[in-house]
């Protein structure tokens, strides 16, 4: 699933090329994804300006002049400027200047119009890259959860998902299974750190492209060569040597090192 740093480099791959555009007409091939009735969102979006673009977590909010189209990408929706349809195209967004394509094979991800951000979104927790860490360790104090579960709960930190949660874990040498609560203040502020870091990593790399992931313009990101736990398993851990670990955690493949991590 497109995580932060994948939805953000979306976003900044589309804003130079739709902001300013007008939406001629949009049609929606694929009623799952959408929510809403195709006839009326179609009416409603016809002849609207995007005035911005922006990244809330893993959502992606297109202001128009009046209201926003809101995309998740699921697991794997693209956002495609300019391409050719396939049998996965969901929905086509005719501008006076080119083709947004919505593609999504596995139908997980969602479309939605309206006049305000939808509640779901409105609701997220702050964002990891301007959260205070004062914010964020108030918030961990709260939680009983494991610490991995934690930094996946998208009401305490909004865009951090599988691959971040582990990379960050691994950087800051805290196991995945320790409960956020228990966690010292030298551990809370290692955790926010490498957070942030990992994150603004990614995002410097364009992403990761484990699976079928790639910005608008069809382009692959880079961050997956970086990984030093995710999808490891079985391999030495690029500090100690010692065979990353996998565990199912929260419903999440979890991967960590068990020396470096305590």
Same mark, same amino acid.
């Given at each position: 699933?497109?995580?932060?740093?994948e939805v953000e480099t979306v976003v900044r791959t589309l804003?130079?090329?739709?902001?300013?555009?007008?939406?001629?007409?949009?049609?929606?091939?694929?009623?799952?994804?959408?929510?809403?009735?195709?006839h009326e969102t179609s009416q409603a979006l016809a002849g609207q300006r995007v005035r911005s673009i922006a990244r809330h977590g893993k959502?992606?909010?297109?202001?128009?002049?009046?209201?926003?189209?809101?995309v998740h990408l699921g697991m794997t929706g693209k956002l495609l400027i300019d391409a050719a349809p396939t049998k996965w195209t969901h929905a086509i967004f005719t501008l006076d200047r080119g083709v947004l394509l919505y593609d999504d094979p596995r139908q997980f991800g969602r479309i939605e119009y309206g006049v305000d951000l939808p509640e779901r979104v409105r609701a997220l927790?702050?964002?990891?890259?301007?959260?205070?860490?004062?914010?964020?360790?108030? *918030?961990?104090? &709260? @939680?009983r959860s494991p610490i991995k579960a934690v930094l996946l709960n998208q009401s305490v930190v909004r865009g951090v998902g599988n691959i971040y949660a582990d990379e960050a874990l691994f950087r800051a040498g805290v196991h995945p299974k320790r409960i956020a609560a228990s966690l010292r203040k030298d551990r809370v502020e290692r955790v926010y750190?490498?957070?942030?870091?990992?994150?603004?990593?990614a995002i410097e790399s364009r992403g990761s492209s484990?699976?079928?992931?790639?910005?608008?313009?069809?382009?692959?990101?880079?961050?997956?060569?970086?990984? *030093?736990?995710? &999808? @490891?398993?079985?391999?030495?851990?690029?500090?100690?040597c010692a065979s990353i670990r996998r565990i199912v955690l929260v419903q999440r493949g979890t991967h960590f090192c068990p020396k470096c991590q305590r």
């Open positions: 699933m497109p995580e932060l740093p804003r130079p090329v739709i902001t300013g555009r007008r939406i001629l007409n949009a049609e929606f091939l694929g009623l799952r994804v959408l929510r809403g009735l195709p959502f992606i909010a297109i202001k128009l002049d009046r209201g926003y189209l809101v927790g702050p964002e990891p890259l301007e959260v205070t860490l004062e914010e964020f360790a108030q *918030r961990l104090k &709260q @939680r750190q490498a957070m942030r870091e990992v994150l603004a990593e484990v699976s079928n992931y790639v910005d608008a313009e069809g382009r692959k990101g880079s961050f997956q060569l970086s990984h *030093r736990v995710y &999808q @490891r398993t079985g391999e030495p851990c690029v500090n100690c």
